[in-house]
């Protein structure tokens, strides 16, 4: 079977719907079907050292936290076609740190730039137009326009295959623009983060069009009824943080 001749399935309320065996689709399919429907997805833009303390920067879309306790943040780090490691995966392992850099709407044409597979010595932050600031406790810089910044020390790499590797990191240090957290009650402000997200094929999302959804306790899932909502659409201003 290939992504060509799905398998038909129907659903008991009648709605139609298309399976596929992923044991069947090559990885290119497979990887299709995830990045179109997995979304949206953060965006790290990653800074890390060579052994000589060259800086690469380079975006990373299969990329989430996965721990508070430790903190640990994941990066799916994809070879290269020759099946060698891509800078980042090269310095992770050579230097034990890297730094997830979130990405904005003001900043995402500069990490399109980052993104662009330039000859190895080049310095993507330059050519991109972002500013390195000294990291505090890992040798990495972290980007001086980035709303939020995480210093990592590497945790762990898991080997899953032939094309690509995860690596954990241990959040041990993170930079916030001054507008973007309340330093009392440690709220992150959702409109002043501006944090854009990674859709299928070339496209991205903002994260303006924001609503709340509180997770209901029994008794008010049964006062409210299966019909019933506790959506609340929230318009995102800058400043105006929610508590």
């Not at 995480?150 to 507008?179: K, M, N, P, Q, Y």
Request: aromatic fraction near 8%.
């Amino acid at each position: 079977m290939t992504a060509d001749s799905p398998t038909p399935t129907g659903a008991p309320d009648g709605t139609d719907s298309v399976s596929f065996d992923f044991a069947a689709l090559g990885p290119r399919e497979r990887y299709k079907l995830l990045i179109g429907a997995v979304v949206p997805r953060p965006i790290a833009l990653v800074t890390s050292i060579d052994t000589e303390g060259r800086v690469n920067a380079a975006p990373f879309s299969f990329f989430n936290c996965l721990s508070a306790d430790p903190a640990i943040l994941a990066l799916g780090v994809e070879f290269r076609a020759d099946g060698r490691h891509k800078d980042t995966g090269f310095n992770v392992r050579a230097t034990q740190a890297f730094t997830v850099n979130i990405v904005s709407d003001a900043i995402v044409e500069a990490m399109n730039v980052c993104a662009v597979p330039f000859d190895p010595g080049v310095d993507e932050l330059r050519e991109a137009g972002l500013t390195a600031m000294p990291g505090t406790k890992v040798p990495c810089p972290w980007i001086a326009q980035s709303p939020a910044a995480f210093e990592c020390r590497h945790h762990v790499t898991l080997s899953i295959g032939r094309s690509r590797e995860i690596i954990l990191g241990e959040v041990v240090w993170a930079h916030f623009r001054a507008d973007v957290v309340d330093p009392g009650n440690l709220h992150v402000d959702p409109a002043a983060l501006d944090a854009v997200g990674r859709m299928g094929g070339q496209g991205y999302a903002g994260t303006r069009d924001y609503f709340d959804l509180p997770t209901m306790s029994v008794a008010r899932w049964r006062e409210l009824g299966r019909a019933g909502s506790v959506r609340e659409s929230v318009r995102l201003t800058p400043g105006l943080r929610k508590r």
